[in-house]
């Protein structure tokens, strides 16, 4: 393998292309190649960054510096200064909160070695003890002990829905099948979310030995993970991983001569948001269309190919390793009753240090905002919050000292899985904010089940009307029925979502519509 | 135990469905998507009940029933949400109930009634109507698809002709045709069990059109006089002009369960043909001349006793018909046998 | 068929031989589809041309046409050879194993062996064997495909043969399947419609029956075996028949060797034909009886599974139209018979007498989904599958069977085999499905040709072009297809415009009498 002292990471996606990040980068290459650094300086594609209309970004690794809005004439600048020299340059990189800036994820379990280690190295990960917890579950733990244990330390999934991961495994582990499946969902559909791109990017290997344990905790000897196809760099780091895992007999058949055969494979997914959901996701996986499946029965029970599946998320899983290492005690120090562990954000928008940090379950979203994200951007005001991405809730500065974990968050609670929290000032138009939602939803809807296609489609000429200054104080109300009607209805939980966000933001941000109404 | 539906008791039998047992005991449940052949598809959300003790509103189709439980299928809240289901679903198209062939047959149409919706309230009707009359016979028009998937279902599951699917998401979901070819031009074999299970006027066998009311015409079954499967069908009769207007397959037959073929289905014309023989004919001089039956039974008659006379019994053969009924062949050998005096009787069976 | 329809649910690999199941047979076909999509069943299809139902196989062999005996003895010998064949059933209900043994063991029916005569290579006889072997439940489909050859009889026994072997009969699922290609072939056999039997297969030979139907009828009968469709066209020909009367079948498109039929018929002194149509039959005839359509009558159908279903008036015949069995009944009062039938249902009557098998199938049992015959009583449900327990003999039969070619076979001057058959939008020859105009829009002529020797004569995909046989010539459309084997051609019998039948070979099964359809040299030429 090669060694690079760098690593850079070019975000390629409409708004980078746009702004002409092709040509960009091959005059950084032609620029590398002048001052003979192409062995040393590696650069990669990957899908966007996260940053919202920042045009041209580049991550740099190790340093994890994101140079934005980069355009060709700061090339020779930032090669010299940076590459050759060492220095970064700072005018050029994202507005972080001042000079003593730190870019550490905060990181405590999922993101502990990311940014750390080389992730294309599976040495590096073993240097950490990675990959004990693997021996220990397999020669020492029984499958049944491994679900106690995860059971016990109150892990509950991160892909949205909070269900105790422990429970979720209990009802397919006992089941007697020819064939069992465990199936990462790395899906990552929800917008401004990427917290499990930069988990699989920073660290696969730690989801790699999370994936063994489950799935020889469930009895699955083949796992797959389903991931987006932008997610380019991932899915090369995964099959790296993947590749270094066999070689070092940590997958495939009769593992440690214990008589477990594993194997994982990768599925790339077909890129609609509802593929996330774990049933359209197995429907996707076996070849069809991916639209939700009735349930039950569950996956656990009748999943792919008819077989018992568990579907979890890839944060969920990535916890897995540190939980059987360290035992459920220790993971239950993080966190709140109840609710305990980490929890991985995308903080977004008009904060002055957007980007990811892990963070103990319970911490006020406040907090989060001011320490984590480095504050309001530009000393503006705070205006509100979307918390839980599309499907979210619009928050507003009443509301900033919530705790962030599923039983503060309550009726909410749905919001918290995906992690993203995108910050407004008071500039921001929250009519505006959900007619983009709206919008989302509507081009999401799969069309198996009339209340959410059609309903999407009559929500989205509703807040049109009302953007366009035609609507009508009680088109309110026949939003707020139409919502609820679409959650109490829906055949999945994309159509139920959009009463969240709907009901909140007229609910808390109403004069933002009546506005319009004048 | 039994099951308690808006207060009465009923038996279930093993594995039904709520819906199922609300509709064999004559409670109505609007139903868009289920159909007893393509099964539960949970797509309408319009057969939603309460349970007592269940968190929300439940689809019935896909409920099974349970003893003892309590379902209450016409509470406000029910059908509150149902109205809106359905009423959204009637503003998503074209439906022209007045010049619509499916009127007075369309299960949207009862969904509508039932909840007291008189018009569609909302402005989701496309700008445009998509029909597709492109295929021999069957008439498409998009604007009344109601995307229940039935026909989708009963074009993969039921006859696997695997040639419609769903095409695009969400709102402008469609059904398509291959990879959305006009269906004359795709892989369809004119079966016609997509037109057979649309609930709404969407799928719709092309030479009905304007050609009876459904309440007008008079349905008798029967049997398909092609092939050897022996498919049940039922003829839909306009009495007054004694014609065929349209077949479909009769579903609780165990031989076709409503299956039918291209023929089955459409093959009918020759029935009214133009070239049907409505006198008996007599050749003279190499030309046929109309004669009626007074004259023609004893003219044969006359001819077959001379052959018979003359040549003996085995100078005489006949065929009898795979296409006619067994009554008409067990007169015909009876014939052969017992008045000509031969057993010179085949048919083409093997032909 | 020995099963029903719905067994098909209840089968675990399905074998279709020699049946173009989703052209002829679509209702079946879309029944064994859905229990090879819902998983329950595996499909095997050999069969000449890659037909749609190949798509659904587990295994799909292309075979030469006229192989059937040579396949299936290759079959058995591989079940035989590795233990796969249901003993306790061999044993326990069936005799005569070491006739089969002895013919299906030789060395000539060896996968190698088998492979040069009949194209499939060895592995995969070995393949198919195994699946059908291994099955706990196995049925066999087949139709014109087994039949219409001079080996036909011999074909269907070997069915029988393996179908034995396996112990595949006496259950729900398995089977010997024909499907019939009429709606009422079956009702038509059952009825008596044969030279050799009474209604209910009583022999004509029997003095039992013969009795019976005597007494029953009044009249004397005759012992003597009479003539089958294709000896009577011969006998017309050669003078000997001299009266022929035809209800409902059209002998000019449907038997072999066209212009043999045409000269035959004409060669007849009365010919009587009973059509709705002026068929190409009746323009030859003498006198044309018009005949009311099946929904302007009531009465019976039969259909392949032996279910007995009613046929119910839908609308009126034409005026001046009469049903059959009228016209039947006014001839035979005209010849001195003492019919007195009021309506169709005394005739029912009349067969429920007669017929053992048919003596609980009355009118009003019948109802709206039918009974199955064997349904002897009153009281008996019907039967949904033959053979349960015993067979109607007692022990199954074995016979060996030895592998004949077809009558003729390629040479150099006709270096094709051409074999016939319907497809999906027409209906035998046309008499019905071509008054239809969408049908006729749907599916035309043509003659399908393999991809190789279409470019090794220059023939374009549509391009009209000529068809020969010994018999004579007719013109057609080409259909270059990889659908079917490189030196095989198929036509399909239902056009007056191109008809097949103007080159098949009359040869016949010494048996059944069935000509041979399937297999027949021939050439074909490019119109300059
Ligand atoms: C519309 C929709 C989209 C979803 N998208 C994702 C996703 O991108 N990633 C994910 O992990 N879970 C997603 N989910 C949740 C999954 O259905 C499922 O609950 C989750 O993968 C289970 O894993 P967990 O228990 O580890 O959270 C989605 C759910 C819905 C209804
Ligand atoms: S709720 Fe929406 S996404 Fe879910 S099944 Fe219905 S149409 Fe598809
Ligand atoms: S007519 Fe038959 S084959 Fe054609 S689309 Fe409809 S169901 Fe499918
Ligand atoms: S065409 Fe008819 S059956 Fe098919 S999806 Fe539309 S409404 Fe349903
Ligand atoms: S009938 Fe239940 S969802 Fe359509």
Redesign the pocket.
């Known amino acids: 393998m090669k060694f690079y002292r760098s690593h850079l990471l070019i975000g390629i996606d409409d708004s980078s292309l746009q702004a002409g990040v092709k040509e960009f980068e091959t005059a950084l290459r032609n620029e590398l190649a002048k001052h003979n650094l192409t062995d040393e300086i590696n650069i990669l594609e990957t899908g966007t960054l996260g940053y919202f209309g920042t045009g041209i970004s580049m991550l740099v690794y190790p340093e994890q510096v994101t140079y934005v809005n980069l355009k060709l004439e700061y090339i020779p600048e930032i090669v010299s200064e940076h590459f050759l020299k060492g220095r970064i340059v700072h005018k050029y990189i994202l507005d972080k909160l001042s000079s003593k800036y730190d870019f550490n994820y905060q990181g405590r379990i999922v993101l502990k070695n990311s940014g750390v280690i080389d992730p294309e190295n599976i040495e590096e990960y073993i240097g950490t003890g990675g990959y004990e917890a693997w021996e220990k579950a397999l020669l020492e733990m029984k499958p049944e002990e491994i679900v106690a244990e995860v059971k016990a330390s109150g892990l509950r999934g991160r892909g949205g829905a909070g269900f105790p991961a422990g429970l979720k495994w209990s009802f397919t582990q006992p089941l007697a099948a020819e064939q069992k499946y465990l199936v990462i969902n790395a899906d990552e559909g929800e917008p401004g979310t990427f917290k499990d791109r930069l988990i699989m990017e920073g660290d696969p290997h730690k989801l790699m030995e999370g994936i063994m344990i489950a799935s020889y905790a469930i009895g699955a000897t083949k796992a797959y993970i389903y991931i987006r196809g932008e997610y380019k760099l991932c899915i090369s780091r995964l099959r790296k991983a993947i590749d270094q895992a066999k070689e070092y007999g940590l997958l495939g058949k009769n593992i440690f001569e214990s008589g477990f055969d594993l194997d994982v494979e990768i599925k790339i997914g077909a890129g609609a948001y509802?593929c996330g959901?774990e049933t359209a996701l197995i429907e996707s996986m076996e070849g069809n269309r991916g639209?939700?499946r009735s349930k039950p029965p569950f996956p656990g029970v009748k999943g792919a190919w008819q077989r018992p599946t568990v579907v979890n998320n890839v944060e969920t899983i990535t916890n897995v390793p540190a939980i059987i290492k360290n035992g459920a005690e220790w993971f239950k120090g993080f966190g709140v009753e109840g609710c305990t562990g980490t929890k991985v954000y995308t903080i977004m928008g008009d904060v002055s240090m957007p980007g990811l940090c892990e963070v103990d379950m319970g911490t006020e979203l406040r907090k989060i905002i001011n320490e984590f994200g480095g504050g309001m951007k530009n000393n503006r005001k705070f205006k509100a919050a979307l918390v839980g991405g599309a499907a979210g809730v619009f928050l507003s500065e009443k509301l900033l000292d919530v705790k962030m974990d599923f039983n503060s968050l309550n009726e909410y609670a749905a919001v918290l899985g995906s992690g993203a929290i995108l910050v407004m000032n008071e500039e921001v138009d929250i009519v505006e904010m959900l007619w983009s939602v709206i919008r989302f939803f509507r081009h999401?809807?799969?069309?198996?089940?009339s209340?959410?296609?059609n309903g999407n489609e009559i929500l989205y000429k509703l807040i049109n009307n009302i953007r366009n200054g035609e609507g009508k104080e009680k088109d309110l109300d026949l939003m707020l029925h139409i919502a609820a009607v679409m959650n109490d209805t829906?055949?999945?939980?994309?159509?139920?979502s959009l009463l969240l966000p709907v009901k909140s933001a007229i609910e808390n941000f109403r004069e933002d519509f009546l506005q319009r109404m004048k | 135990m039994p099951i308690f539906i808006n207060g009465r008791e009923f038996e279930l039998k093993p594995g039904e469905t709520v819906l199922e047992v609300a509709l064999r005991n004559d409670i109505y449940i609007p139903h868009l998507c289920f159909h007893p052949k393509t099964g539960k598809a949970g797509k309408c959300r319009a057969c939603i009940v309460e349970v007592e003790g269940r968190r929300g509103l439940l689809t019935s189709c896909n409920l099974v029933a349970e003893e003892g439980m309590k379902v209450v299928t016409d509470s406000k809240q029910v059908k509150d949400a149902q109205k809106i289901i359905v009423d959204l679903i009637l503003s998503s198209g074209h439906h022209d109930c007045l010049s619509c062939e499916q009127n007075g047959n369309c299960e949207l149409q009862d969904a509508a009634y039932y909840l007291g919706i008189e018009r569609p309230s909302f402005d989701l009707a496309p700008a445009e109507i998509e029909t597709d009359n492109s295929s021999e016979f069957i008439f498409v028009d998009r604007s009344k698809c109601i995307s229940c998937g039935r026909c989708v279902e009963g074009c993969t599951r039921t006859v696997v002709n695997e040639v419609l699917n769903f095409a695009n998401r969400?709102f402008e979901t469609r059904i398509s045709f291959d990879n959305e070819l006009p269906m004359g031009e795709s892989t369809c074999v004119q079966c016609g069990e997509c037109v057979q299970l649309c609930p709404v006027g969407a799928i719709i066998d092309s030479r009905m059109i304007g050609r009876g009311r459904t309440w007008e015409l008079e349905k008798v079954e029967t049997v398909c006089p092609y092939c050897g499967v022996g498919c049940k069908l039922e003829m839909h009769v306009d009495r007054q002009k004694n014609e065929i207007i349209r077949v479909t397959g009769v579903e609780d037959s165990p031989t076709n369960e409503g299956m039918l073929c291209v023929k089955g289905r459409y093959g009918f014309d020759f029935v009214s043909s133009q070239d049907r023989i409505t006198t008996p004919l007599i050749k003279e001089n190499g030309k046929f001349r109309a004669a009626d039956w007074a004259e023609v039974i004893p003219y044969v008659g006359k001819k077959l006793k001379a052959i018979k006379k003359e040549f003996g019994s085995d100078a005489i053969a006949g065929l009898t018909s795979a296409k006619v009924t067994n009554e008409e062949n067990f007169a015909f050998q009876k014939f052969m046998r017992s008045e000509i005096g031969t057993n010179n009787v085949d048919h083409c069976a093997r032909l | 068929m020995t099963n029903d329809i719905a067994g098909i649910k209840d089968t675990d690999v399905i074998m279709i031989i020699g049946s173009d199941t989703s052209a002829a047979h679509p209702v079946i076909a879309a029944r064994i589809k859905q229990a090879v999509r819902e998983g329950t069943a595996q499909l095997i299809v050999i069969d000449p041309k890659k037909i749609v139902m190949a798509d659904y196989a587990k295994i799909y062999a292309a075979q030469r046409p006229g192989s059937d005996v040579a396949v299936l003895n290759c079959l058995m010998h591989i079940i035989i050879k590795n233990d796969l064949y249901n003993k306790e059933f061999v044993e326990k209900r069936t005799e005569a194993f070491d006739k089969l043994k002895a013919e299906v063991m030789k060395d000539k029916y060896s996968p190698e062996n088998v492979e040069k005569l009949s194209g499939i290579p060895a592995e995969k006889l070995i393949e198919i064997a195994e699946m059908f072997g291994k099955a706990e439940t196995a049925s066999i489909f087949y139709a014109m495909g087994i039949t219409q050859h001079t080996t036909g009889t011999d074909n269907v026994k070997s069915v029988a043969n393996i179908q034995m072997l396996c112990g595949n009969l006496g259950k729900s699922g398995g089977g010997v399947n024909p499907l019939r290609g009429q709606s009422n072939v079956q009702g038509a056999c059952d009825m008596g419609g044969l030279p050799n039997v009474y209604p209910g297969y009583q022999k004509v030979t029997d003095e039992k029956a013969q009795e019976k139907f005597e007494k029953a009828w009044g009249k004397k009968l005759s012992n003597k075996v009479g003539l089958t469709v294709t000896e009577m066209i011969d006998e017309a020909y050669n003078g000997k028949v001299k009266a022929l009367y035809v209800m409902g079948e059209n002998p000019y498109l449907s038997d072999p060797d066209q212009n043999h039929v045409i000269e035959a018929l004409n060669k007849t002194d009365f010919l009587i034909v009973q059509d709705m149509f002026i068929t190409e039959t009746a323009e030859l005839a003498d006198v044309v009886l018009p005949a009311s359509a099946f929904a302007e009558k009531e009465g019976h159908f039969t259909n392949t599974e032996r279910r007995v279903q009613r046929l119910n008036k839908v609308i009126d015949a034409p005026v001046g139209a009469k049903d059959d069995w009228e016209i039947i009944q006014l001839l035979a009062q005209e010849m001195g018979g003492k019919w007195n039938y009021k309506t169709v249902s005394d005739i029912t009557a009349e067969i429920n007498l007669l017929t053992p098998s048919y003596g609980g199938i009355t009118w009003e049992r019948v109802g709206r989904m039918g009974l199955q015959w064997p349904c002897p009583t009153e009281t008996h449900p019907g039967t949904p599958y033959l053979h349960k327990g015993n067979f109607a003999r007692g022990l199954g039969l074995f016979s060996g069977i030895e592998f004949k070619e077809p009558d003729e076979l390629p040479d150099e001057e006709y270096p094709l085999i051409l074999t016939t058959g319907r497809v999906l939008q027409h209906f035998h020859t046309g008499t019905m499905s071509r008054k239809t105009e969408g049908l006729n829009r749907l599916a035309g002529p043509m003659v399908m040709i393999s991809v190789e020797d279409a470019e090794k004569m220059g023939i374009g995909n549509s391009e009209e072009i000529e068809i020969l046989t010994r018999r004579g010539k007719i013109k057609a459309p080409a259909f270059v297809t990889k659908k079917i084997s490189p030196g095989v051609i198929y036509i399909p019998f239902h056009y007056k415009e191109s008809p097949a039948n103007r080159l098949t070979n009359p040869a016949i099964d010494p048996v059944a009498k069935i000509p041979e359809y399937k297999v027949c040299a021939a050439k074909v030429q490019k119109i300059n």
């Open positions: 509802v959901e639209t939700p999401e809807s799969c069309g198996k089940c209340p959410c296609s829906s055949f999945c939980a994309l159509g139920e | 969400g």
